[in-house]
């Protein structure tokens, strides 16, 4: 498979046979109804993709903790075939763990078999039952590609840590609609509706994207889980995307906690349990005190790995982040040699390279702004991550790269 670098120049593209397939959003040809909006997201790079919220939405109800089911017609239970599962555009705190997404490919009906459900519901009014892991914990509602709401809704209404309760949604009329709910911080338990009623799992599934890399993939306790890089990509793109990401990790950095380095047989053995189309591998800033020779001979490890054991993923790889103009210059050193890596692996259908692109400017942060650039609205005071409107940002600045038909 031919590489295509991208650097500063804006002609570069995919191949088209590589382009036409990363535009089929679902893998059943013809089925557009989340296409990637690829205009919207290019004309507003600094806003990043706003989903569309529901001018007139369904009233959502929440009921008691551990309450009966509101409707005496059909339930489902939570190991139902009649949603359609994904590993999910949020993340939490099973996916980061060496063994969730084994268990959620080998046994998606356990405790930790957390995403987002999809189905076609044809009917007036369902419930879903929700078990809330934190007091934040709830739900996210979609209905036809549209929001419910902005924000989540929190389900939580115990006094203990965990919440069970029945949410109903509502609609003016009887209709067949498009669901997805997504559970941050929280599972799905199970459907609820009248006899008149019917779920449906959706037909083909979409592009699957193990967003793989450091805390820029897994997100930061700054940032709600769907305001993550990895969970913004999944929103731009389209596509389901999973976190695997590991804090202060990079090829060679170990990480924070038990973070373990790119390179780690745990984390590849948690990617090839996903079996993704695609994998973005983010980074890293983390490599800075390594030497660039060692950096680049685990880059090309670890992609030789990836090609022996997921022979058809196709691998898009982003060079070490910036968060301001002036980079050390070890990072660029590293930087080159993992674009160098990335070239020589048959497997990469691109480099993208955030340094040269300018995607962060200026020398300032949100606490201490400097004027001189756009870190001072989106670099956190830690001079390493991002706030909300910087990952929104930056994950637009990967989409459009990744997308690109200029």
Do not use: C
Request: no cysteine; aromatic share 8%.
């Amino acid at each position: 498979m031919a590489f295509l670098p991208v650097g500063v120049d804006e002609n570069n593209k995919f191949p088209p046979a590589v382009q036409a397939d990363l535009n089929a959003t679902y893998v059943r040809p013809g089925d557009s109804t989340f296409a990637p909006p690829v205009a919207s997201i290019q004309a507003t790079p600094e806003l990043g993709y706003v989903a569309p919220v529901m001018p007139s939405p369904p009233t959502l109800t929440v009921g008691a903790h551990a309450g009966a089911a509101p409707y005496t017609g059909i339930t489902l239970a939570a190991d139902t075939t009649q949603v359609t599962r994904k590993a999910g555009r949020y993340g939490t705190q099973f996916i980061d763990s060496k063994n969730w997404l084994q268990n959620y490919i080998n046994n998606p009906s356990t405790s930790r078999s957390q995403g987002d459900i999809e189905f076609t519901f044809s009917g007036l009014k369902f419930a879903v039952h929700v078990n809330a892991l934190l007091t934040t914990g709830g739900i996210r509602l979609w209905v036809d590609g549209q929001l419910y709401a902005a924000a989540p809704l929190v389900t939580h209404t115990s006094g203990a840590s965990r919440s069970q309760n029945w949410v109903t949604v509502e609609f003016s009329a009887s209709s067949v609609r498009r669901i997805r709910i997504e559970f941050p911080s929280s599972l799905f338990g199970g459907l609820n509706y009248e006899s008149t009623a019917a779920a449906t799992p959706i037909v083909g599934r979409p592009r699957r994207v193990a967003v793989f890399g450091d805390s820029w993939a897994a997100g930061t306790s700054d940032l709600a889980v769907h305001d993550a890089i990895y969970s913004r990509l999944g929103y731009e793109l389209g596509w389901e995307t999973a976190r695997l990401g590991h804090g202060g990790s990079g090829y060679i950095q170990t990480g924070s906690g038990s973070g373990l380095p790119y390179t780690a047989a745990e984390r590849l053995s948690e990617l090839v349990a996903y079996q993704p189309d695609y994998v973005v591998i983010i980074g890293s800033l983390n490599d800075d005190a390594q030497s660039a020779s060692a950096v680049g001979a685990a880059a090309e490890a670890l992609y030789a790995s990836i090609a022996a054991q997921l022979p058809t993923a196709r691998l898009i790889v982003v060079g070490p982040q910036a968060t301001k103009s002036t980079v050390p210059a070890s990072r660029l050193a590293n930087r080159d040699a993992i674009k160098a890596a990335a070239q020589n692996a048959g497997n990469v259908v691109r480099f993208i390279d955030p340094i040269a692109l300018e995607w962060i400017t200026g020398s300032g942060t949100v606490a201490a702004p400097a004027g001189d650039g756009n870190a001072d609205q989106y670099v956190l005071a830690d001079g390493l991550h991002l706030n909300t409107a910087g990952a929104s940002y930056w994950a637009n600045r990967l989409a459009i790269e990744i997308l690109r038909v200029g």
